[in-house]
Every structure is written in structure tokens, then in C-alpha cells.
């Protein structure tokens, strides 16, 4: 079948860079998975992202903005899926170092699983003026029994010197932490925003929190964990459990996140491609990144 010229897909978008005097935007694939405390195929992850681009336009509708005015460059796939918990922060830090160089006003880092989250800010961010606010289910403090795992990146985060009173953790579920890990971001500063209280008002609570950080922070980074939705919206999520956000509340907070000016960075993770159902869960990822996309391109 032919292609409707005056219906441009974003697949094509992407491939082809947009408009050369917009905004900036990369785009980077992490395809981690070896690093998940759980089996996971999250490194099939990025690809899959691509291919369903073919299903969206390039128009936000409800922003009025369409993501041809950006000047995109996707990246590729940095070399990392056979990464493991021993040597994947520096191979992801050493594969972002041209990422980093081309100085977009944003990047999207699609993962992979929750374990690309520190490295890239590490590679993409000076730490010492940065901010993290994470769409989550969970806090992701494990201890290091296991190594650097995908449950580990804000632990690591703080211990790497990023403060706690830095941190906004949005949408943390009803039973999937243990007391001891709230205990560790209570005592450290770190704001939590349980799913309850963000039900239903996300946008809002992103993007106050972003202000707030914004406040003593130069540059943010904002973690767009999907397995904070409702199980029922991501079979493709193996963190997901009942009780989550619904995927247009997520897609709020990663519109807020692209049209926030301080935020450089945000990552799209946890999804396992290998294991969807009918590609819903990597529609959702997919469409995290055109709402981070759209979001910049509103951007005042």
C-alpha cells in the first residue's frame, strides 16, 4: 500500500531529522537487560519502539504542535545488550559521550531496563546541579547484594553525591516496597508521591515538583518508569501490578517533562518487548517519547 503523503508517520520523522531549525532533540536507544533482577528481553526494547512509530503522526493534537518543527537525531542503539551488572555503567557513560557532545536542548533515552537511568544521567548531567523526578512504581533503592541492578539507580544515584532532597518519586505503589527501603529515601530527603495521591492530577504534580526542583536545580532529569501503570495496561511491563496509573496519566507527566525548560533528559524504561500482548506496552513507550517530543516543541 502507498503512502498518504499529507498523513506523515513518526517513524519517518525520526529517520529523518525534522526540521533543521527547531528545537533540539536526540534520541538514544540503551538496550540493557542482563542488568534486571528478573529475566527480562527489555533489550529488544528500543527496536520495537522504532517500528511502532509507523503507527503514529507527527501532530499532537490537544498541544497543537507537530513534531516536524524539531530538528531530531536519533542516535542508534548504543553496544550494550550483552552489558551485565559489573561493567554496564561504564559502558553505558563511555556509548553517551557523543550523545553528550551534541548538546540537544533534550534527549529521550529509550531503555532497556531501569538500570540505564543512572549511568545516563551521569554521562548527561553534571550531578552536582542535578534533579531526578521518577514516574515509578517503585523506589529503586535496593541494596547492592546483587550488583547494579535495575532495582539499585537512585541508591546509586545519591551514594554517586546526588542529593535526596533532590529526588521526586511519583506514582510509588501500595505494596511494592519494603518499610526499609521508604525508610532509606525518608531519612535521605527524597520526596515520595504515592499513586493515590497523584491519581488523576499527574500533569499537575509533575509539573509542580518540576518547578520546585527547578528551584535549586539546574538541570532535571525525569524517569518515565512504565511499569507505574495498572498491570492491566502493560503486559509488556514485569513490574506492573493492579492499582497503577492509568497510560494517559503517563503520557501527561512525559508531556510536562518535554515542555519543562529545565529538564535535559528523560528515559523511557522497564518495558519488555519479548514479552507484550498485541504491542500495547510499546505503544505506550513509543508514545512517551512523541509526548516528551511534543512537549518540547510547545516549549515557550
Known sequence: MSE????????????????RGGR?????????????ISPSGADTTPAAVRAALRRFSTLHASLDVDLETLAVTDHGDLDVA??????????????????????HELVVVLGGDNAVTRPALRALMPLASSGLLTLDAH???????????????VRGLVEDGLRGDHVVQVGIGDL????????????????????GAARGRVGAVVREHLDRLAETC???????????????????????????????????AAVEAGRHPAVRVVDVTEVDASADVGGVTVDVAAQCLLSAAAGLAARR
Not at 8 to 18: D, F, M, N, V, Y
Not at 29 to 34: C, D, E, I
Open 4 to 19: 498518504d503523503p499529507l498523513w506523515p508517520r513518526a517513524a519517518a520523522w525520526l529517520a529523518g531529522g525534522g526540521h
Open 24 to 36: 533540539s532533540l536526540g534520541v538514544v536507544g540503551v538496550p540493557l537487560s542482563r542488568t534486571s
Open 82 to 103: 550483552d552489558a551485565t551488572v559489573t561493567d554496564h555503567l561504564s559502558r553505558v557513560e563511555q556509548g553517551l559521550i557523543p550523545v553528550a557532545a551534541a548538546r
Open 139 to 153: 523506589h529503586d533503592v535496593r541494596g547492592f547484594h546483587a550488583g547494579a541492578t535495575n532495582g539499585t539507580p
Open 176 to 195: 511494592t516496597n519494603s518499610r526499609a527501603y521508604r525508610d532509606w529515601c525518608e531519612d535521605r530527603g527524597v520526596t515520595l508521591v504515592g499513586v
Open 218 to 252: 539546574e538541570h532535571l532529569y525525569v524517569d518515565l518508569d512504565v511499569d507505574v501503570l495498572d498491570a492491566s495496561f502493560a503486559p509488556g511491563c514485569p513490574g506492573a501490578r493492579p492499582g497503577g496509573l492509568a497510560p494517559w496519566e503517563l503520557l501527561e
